[in-house]
């Protein structure tokens, strides 16, 4: 098999085993559901609607803010009882519309179905941003971004992310293998909203019966099947642009720097239900996994679900949680709360006990290098995390700290357990305030 | 011998005729004054005053561009040398010294999760703001410790940043660098400060921290008019500098312990003792 | 030629003037902090060395050895060699402010600097020719440079690392030089001399 993969990253166990093989299911509506406007990258949505009202599924709650920005749709039908400021994944209170669903869960009467060939590519992005989509994979761009190149960048490849490189999470793997319908429909409508032919599906070889079902159901498409190797973070954009083409993206760009844009499979999905059936982005296949969970499982959630509820649906807690995680443990957000809602993004939830947990008090750098050799960017973690302990912001600047994309290889291969990405991140954030004050 | 004496002052009166003549011709006009202040500035080159060191200090003040008054680690001293050397009248200054407005160090505060990370308080603050559970006491990761120029903050065993107030020279510079605010600024005549820095309600305090201020108003019932209690927290009344006789007696009134009194240095009968001196 | 450039190379490498000679060891502690500085300071000693083994030369063959007063070789050196480098700052203050900034606060350093006097009075010693004497300054003045920023590169990437408290500052400033100087120690016998 042709095996394509970047330079840089590395393969921790893949752990996927808890929850490959369990069909996608449908998680029941929890007893409220808190639905906060902040859920992607860039400008908070602004909420529309007022306490005491009803709502129907899919209705606008809160109305988008610019242009890198989406609205918030309501995830059932029900009443809003509060607007209040809830513990947020981020980790602090921010404002949420909490809706007490009415159980019948009925869709907004507005929402019309479309035919994707009826339409041209503007129309079709309008659609899609209506719809709140935002990339599925967990970070949260708004897909209509990314899909509206600026005057004079030609794209000619899309590639779909089916790689799912984070460990323990299988939601992308259980999309590709039970929905591959609608994801090929959605890769087709981008391919007309983007006017392109060429869409390759890259895919790591630890899911072959996911490759052995998009290879068949792909080829009367002319979708192309990128068999992939397994490594980490193959499917952060730049690193899956280089695996699968071969191009690179340069210092500060885009992937639209080099003629690709990237969509996760799940993203794909969302888009097809959009435009054929109407739907926006009110609910997500997400992984409840981990040593800690009873019956580990993929569930197909309302937005605003909380943690707690879809832990409920599992099986519950095997044992005292020492350690949660929302999306995967290498880039995924460690949790204070089980009430936190899950949002857009969250592509997992996770659940160590102390015992699975490596603990090590960190010592000091020993100078192996290891953190260099697998850093996907090439640069020099530990250099810059120096600087970044010393404050020193031109220096790290210089070692183009700005360019780490944080997947975390350094951290879990440092025999030191230096807090690396931490530390880039820390001095990354100082980077940005003083440019901002120049 | 006359070889010797001839040829080595020839060389020298040589040497000194090019240089004098280069001096006169090159000369390069500095203010005299410039050099007087420099002399009489602290040279910690610490940068309260906003420029890079004491040199570029003493040039902005001959120059007119910096206030002479901006040397705060100089105190009134300087002031007044620098204002000598301007032929100015000096200012009145009220010496100012920093205090840290918490005593939640890791016994009396809650944590909210277990923080293992970088080791400074502006990173662990952009984590979901901060690993303890009061929103605005110090985390004691340190980060003004390693920023103080003149060595005057410690962290006690517990983690808590305590402020010597003999080589605080106020210079503000932990104060511009703490995530929380938790350091403030306080005339340094006064010696009674309530050492809290959060605005929540009492209830809520007191479910997080067992020495922060719950806002009860005792303080100032006991001396009128010291205290100034504003969204549930007490301060000094630092506007009425010379009212603030007996404010002692409200040490002992607080009943959650969190007006200290400095006059001693380190409060008696607190967790404020450092003990990490040699902490590397 | 090749005289010539194993003059440059033995002053460069084999008897460099810090790592071997151990002259001018108060600037290489000194100023050796940042890269940038070192470099600066290194740039000012190549040029005051290189002027003053120049003047040296002339005040040895035209007046020194005629009136016999060979003895007095020292004092008259760091005479020169002193009113030289004042001259030189004035000079640079007055004309060049912007070269003075980053070069003109280490001309002071080199007025008593023991390794300018040590390259007047070597080459006097190994009674060079005028060429000879003017491409060991040069040579002796890369030397110094090379070690500075090898220093200073090493310096700033100690100040990364975390040394035990006793040995911060100049104690493991002064365990690296006498390392660094004994990686030098490798080019011995490269070339006689």
């Known amino acids: 098999m042709n095996l394509k993969t970047f330079a840089g990253g590395l393969h921790p166990p893949d752990s996927k085993h808890y ?24 400008a908070p949505a602004e909420i529309c609607i007022n306490v005491g009202d009803q709502v ?10 610019g ?9 059932t039908s029900g009443m809003v009882v509060a607007i209040e400021p809830r513990l947020h994944p981020m980790g602090k209170p921010l404002p949420a519309v909490v809706i007490k669903p009415d159980g019948k869960d009925q869709w907004e009467d507005s929402l019309q179905q479309h035919d994707p060939d009826q339409l041209n590519a503007d129309e079709l992005k309008k659609l899609i941003c209506a719809a709140g989509i935002v990339g599925m994979g967990g970070a949260t761009f708004p897909a209509h971004v990314k899909l509206s190149p600026p005057e004079g960048k030609k794209i000619d490849t899309l590639i779909l992310n089916g790689v799912e490189c984070e460990p323990f999470l299988t939601a992308d793997h259980r999309m590709m293998l039970e929905e591959s319908e609608r994801i ?4 087709n409508i981008l391919r007309k909203i983007l006017g392109l032919e060429t869409a390759i599906i890259g895919i790591e070889v630890n899911k072959p019966d996911a490759i052995e079902k998009l290879t068949r159901d792909c080829a009367p498409h002319g979708i192309q099947v990128q068999p992939l190797k397994v490594q980490y973070p193959q499917g952060a954009e730049k690193q899956l642009i280089d695996a699968c083409t071969g191009r690179q993206v340069p210092t500060g760009g885009l992937p639209m720097d080099c003629g690709v844009v990237v969509q996760n499979v799940g993203t794909c999905a969302a888009i097809s239900d959009t435009i054929r059936l109407g739907r926006p982005l009110v609910e997500r296949v997400a992984t409840v996994t981990g040593p800690g969970i ?79 050799s697998v850093c996907p960017i090439h640069l020099q973690p530990t250099t810059i995390a120096a600087y970044a302990r010393l404050d020193m912001i031109d220096e790290a600047e210089n070692n183009n700290a700005l360019d780490c994309i944080e997947c975390g290889c350094c951290t879990y291969i440092c025999p030191a357990t230096l807090p690396l990405v931490q530390s880039i991140r820390h001095i990354k954030g100082s980077i940005l305030a003083k440019r901002r004050k120049i | 011998m006359f070889a010797a004496i001839l040829s080595l002052g020839g060389i020298g009166l040589v040497a000194a005729t090019a240089l004098g003549v280069a001096a006169k011709k090159f000369a390069v006009e500095i203010d005299p004054r410039e050099l007087a202040i420099l002399e009489v500035l602290p040279g910690a080159n610490c940068g309260a005053c906003g420029y890079p060191g004491c040199s570029g200090y003493a040039k902005g003040v001959a120059e007119g561009k910096a206030l002479p008054t901006a040397c705060s ?17 000096a200012v009145t200054f009220e010496p100012q010294v920093a205090v840290v407005a918490c005593q939640g160090d890791n016994q009396k505060a809650k944590v909210k999760y277990r923080y293992l990370g970088l080791t400074d308080c502006n990173a662990a603050q952009k984590l979901a703001d901060g690993p303890k559970t009061c929103p ?32 605080c020279t106020g210079c503000e510079k932990c104060v511009a660098v703490c995530p929380r605010q938790v350091i403030r600024m306080t005339p340094r005549k006064v010696t009674t400060h309530v050492l809290c820095n959060s605005h929540d309600k009492g209830a809520l305090i007191r479910g997080y921290c067992q020495i922060g201020c719950i806002g009860c108003h005792i303080c100032n019932k006991t001396v009128p008019g010291a205290f100034v209690i504003e969204n549930f927290l007490a301060h000094t009344n630092y506007e009425k500098l010379d009212e603030l006789e007996d404010i002692e007696l409200a040490v002992t009134k607080c009943p959650t312990k969190c007006i200290r009194d400095f006059s001693s240095g380190y409060p008696a009968g607190s967790s404020f003792v450092p003990t990490r001196n040699d902490a590397a | 030629m090749v005289e010539l450039l194993l003059i440059l190379v033995s002053a460069v490498f084999v008897n460099n003037f810090v790592l071997a000679r151990f002259l001018g060891i108060c600037p290489f502690l000194g100023v050796s902090k940042k890269v940038e500085t070192a470099l600066g300071m290194g740039m000012a000693v190549i040029f005051v060395m290189t002027v003053a083994s120049v003047v040296t030369w002339f005040i040895q063959y035209l ?17 020169v060699i002193a009113s030289l480098v004042q001259l030189v700052e004035m000079v640079v203050q007055k004309t060049s402010p912007v070269l003075y900034q980053s070069l003109g606060i280490f001309l002071p350093l080199i007025t008593t600097n023991c390794a300018v006097l040590g390259v007047a009075v070597l080459n006097i010693q190994k009674n060079y020719s005028f060429i000879e004497s003017v491409v060991f300054a040069l040579g002796a003045g890369l030397g110094f440079t090379l070690a500075m920023v090898l220093f200073a590169g090493l310096r700033e990437r100690i100040d990364l690392s975390p040394v035990p408290k006793s040995f911060r500052g100049t104690a493991i400033a002064l365990v690296t030089a006498g390392l660094l100087s004994l990686a030098f120690m490798g080019f011995a016998g490269l070339v006689k001399g």
């Not at chain 1, 242009?67 to 995830?75: C, E, G, L, M, R």
């Not at chain 2, 985390?139 to 107030?165: K, Q, W, Y």
């Not at chain 3, 007046?63 to 005479?79: D, R």
């Open chain 1, 294 to 372: 009873r019956e580990p499982k993929n569930l197909l959630i309302a937005i605003g679900t909380s943690l707690q509820h879809m832990l409920d649906q599992c099986g519950g807690l095997d044992g005292e949680p020492a350690k949660i995680i929302m999306g995967g443990p290498m880039m995924g957000q460690t949790q204070l709360s089980l009430q936190v809602p899950a949002i857009r993004g969250t592509s997992g939830l996770l659940i160590f006990r102390e015992q699975d947990l490596p603990r090590k008090n960190f010592g000091p750098c020993i100078r192996c290098g290891r953190c260099v």
């Open chain 1, 19 to 42: 929850s490959a093989n369990k069909p996608i299911e449908r998680c029941p509506l929890p007893d409220e559901l808190v639905i906060p406007p902040a859920q992607h990258i860039g």
């Open chain 2, 136 to 167: 605005s006491g110090c985390l004691g990761l340190g980060t003004c410790e390693r920023t103080c120029p003149f060595d005057a903050i410690e962290m006690t065993s517990e983690n808590l940043a305590v402020i010597n107030r003999d080589k």
């Open chain 2, 73 to 89: 680690p100089g105190g009134a001293e300087v002031i007044e040398a620098i204002a000598s050397v301007l032929g100015i009248e």
């Open chain 3, 63 to 79: 007046i020194l050895i005629p009136f016999s007063i060979e003895y007095l070789q020292t004092i008259a050196f760091i005479l």
């Open chain 1, 56 to 65: 129907k599924k899919g209705q606008v709650i809160a109305t988008a803010k």
């Open chain 1, 184 to 187: 090929i429909d959605g890769i």
């Open chain 1, 67 to 75: 242009f890198v920005s989406v609205p918030v749709h309501a995830s």
